[in-house]
Structures are given as structure tokens and as C-alpha cells.
């Protein structure tokens, strides 16, 4: 990644040069287990100056798909004696790896309890990294918009590796269960139902439908 950062020497008197360092870490505050990335020269500065800089940082490649902060602390090996120590980072998040969503579903607005419908829906991988191997979306039958323990499995289908950005857009047959009640639900679609797939967010991979239940037809 390359990230662009602005040091400033926003202190009394001038300094000497120094180096702005970068940092991998689970959180915006710095400490010793974060994980050093590099860092960049900064000249002399005199009162007020400033200096901005774009630097190329390597992730390192055992990473786990999550939300990270790359924190960025001036002078960060301590070389220039400065009136304030405590204000020298800044974190910005970062999200690293896969992230599965159903960007869009369509399908009927009514079945019968026991017939069949055929949904269509479009997975994505909407994050910085590709998704390496297949996955399942699978379809619930819900009281609600958000899935829950209670929800009905009703169909499902394989999704395909994704590079970023890529999507994968299929069809799936439902059956609705013949004892369902007659009244108002939802099918909510679920990208990598089986969580096969690392993700940086796991919280966003659902998308609902509203579909009306009619009691069975026929004998």
C-alpha cells in the first residue's frame, strides 16, 4: 500500500531531522506488539514547517483478513528532544483481505408453502484482497430482515474464487416449507454461509428479501 502522511513541527523552536515510522496494528493506539512496517526521512523543520510524503508499506504476507490501523508516529526513534512526547501518531483503519456481501437479490414476492421459487442473486468480493477458494450463499427463510438461529436453510449455491471487485451473479431453487404459516417473511441471503472464506468484516455478508406465504395449493 502506499500512504501519505504530514509531519509537522507545530512546537516553538526548530528541529533536527528525524524519520516518521509506520506501524501494523489490531487497534489506533501503539504499543510493542504492534508491527514495525518503515519508515521515511523527515529534514530540518523549522517552526510551523511541515513535510508530506507518500510511502510505500509491505503488509506482511501472514496477515489475517481483518480490520487493522496503520499508525504513523514522528520521530519515531526518539532523536529529536521535543516539548510535548505524547502527540506524535496518528492511526487511519485499514481493511485487509476478502469481503464477501450479496450486493443484490431479486426473486418473487409470494410463493405458496410447499412450492418452489428461484431466486437470483449477486455476490461480491467488495474487499483489498481476492477470495482464493469457493463458497457457499445460502438462502433462509426468516420472521425477520436479519438472520437468526431460528431461520429456515431453504437452498443455496456455489460461489467461485473472486478477485477484488469481482462478482458472481446465479440463480438457486427455494422450497418453501410445506408447514410454513400463511402470512409476511423474508429470504435472507448469506455470502460464505459456511464462513470458509478469512474476511475483514464478518458483519456485513446478508441481504434480505420480503416474500409473502400463502397457505399450500392444491390437494
Known sequence: ISVSETTKNQGAGPAGASSTGFYLSDDAVLDAADVFLGARPVGDMAVSAVSTVSTP?????GTIAGIYYIVAKADWADVVPEGVESNNTRAASLKIGP???VSA???????????SIVVTD?????????????SATRFYL??????????????SRTVGTLAVNGVDT?????????QTAPGSYYIVAVADADGVV??????????????SISAPTGP
Request: charged share 10%; hydrophobic share 30%; glycine share 14%.
Open 57 to 61: 508499506l509491505q503488509i506482511p504476507a
Open 99 to 101: 469481503d464477501l456481501t
Open 105 to 115: 437479490l431479486t426473486g418473487p414476492s409470494s410463493a405458496s408453502a410447499g412450492g
Open 122 to 134: 449477486t455476490t461480491k468480493n467488495q474487499g483489498a484482497g481476492p477470495v482464493g477458494s469457493p
Open 142 to 155: 426468516s420472521t425477520n430482515s436479519s438472520l437468526g438461529a431460528g431461520d429456515v436453510p431453504i437452498g
Open 170 to 178: 446465479g440463480s438457486a431453487t427455494l422450497v418453501i416449507p410445506a
Open 198 to 211: 478469512p474476511e475483514s468484516l464478518e458483519t456485513n455478508n446478508t441481504r434480505p428479501r420480503s416474500i
